[in-house]
C-alpha cells in the first residue's frame, strides 16, 4: 500500500506547513509542467504527505499571497 493511500479527504484538504512525522518545512513539488491540482506534494526529507497541490494555493490564498493561475 503506498503513501497515497493513507492520506485521507481531511489530509488533502488541509495543507501541513510543518511535516507531522519529521518537522522539516520542506516540500517535494511535482516536476510536470501542468501538475494536476490533486497531486499530493510530500515531504521534501521524509515522503510523508502533507497535502495537494490545490490545499497549498488555497492556504496561500487566505494568506493574502498571490501567485499566478
Given at each position: 500500500m503506498g503513501v497515497e493511500a493513507h492520506v485521507?479527504?481531511?489530509?488533502?484538504?488541509?495543507?501541513?506547513?510543518?511535516?507531522?512525522?519529521?518537522?522539516?518545512?520542506t516540500v517535494a513539488l511535482p516536476i510536470?509542467?501542468?501538475?494536476?491540482?490533486?497531486?499530493?506534494?510530500?515531504?521534501?526529507?521524509?515522503?510523508?504527505?502533507?497535502?495537494t497541490l490545490q490545499s497549498l494555493r488555497d492556504t496561500s490564498i487566505q494568506e493574502g499571497i498571490r501567485h499566478p493561475v
Open positions: 485521507t479527504l481531511m489530509d488533502r484538504q488541509t495543507f501541513k506547513l510543518v511535516c507531522e512525522q519529521c518537522g522539516s518545512l510536470e509542467a501542468q501538475p494536476d491540482p490533486c497531486s499530493i506534494l510530500k515531504c521534501g526529507r521524509c515522503g510523508s504527505p502533507r497535502g
